[in-house]
């Protein structure tokens, strides 16, 4: 997500692309694992916190 935005930043949390809750059949594969700096994987969790709240409503 960095590298989309033109900055190089450390990538220091392995986050799940698709999340654990929706695809836990995806919990050990490398193909959902995606590297992101902390800010990125802020944002992440709070679009698809704003996400979950939009469709249970």
């Known amino acids: 997500m960095c590298l989309k935005e033109g900055v190089i930043r450390k990538a220091d ?4 692309v698709q999340e654990l ?4 059949d995806l919990r050990l594969d490398e193909s959902n694992y ?6 990125h994987h802020n944002l992440k969790t709070r679009q ?9 409503r």
């Open 34 to 39: 995606m590297s992101l700096c902390h800010s």
């Open 48 to 56: 698809e916190k704003a996400r979950r709240a939009t469709l249970n």
């Open 13 to 16: 949390i392995t986050d799940h």
């Open 21 to 24: 809750r929706d695809r836990w």
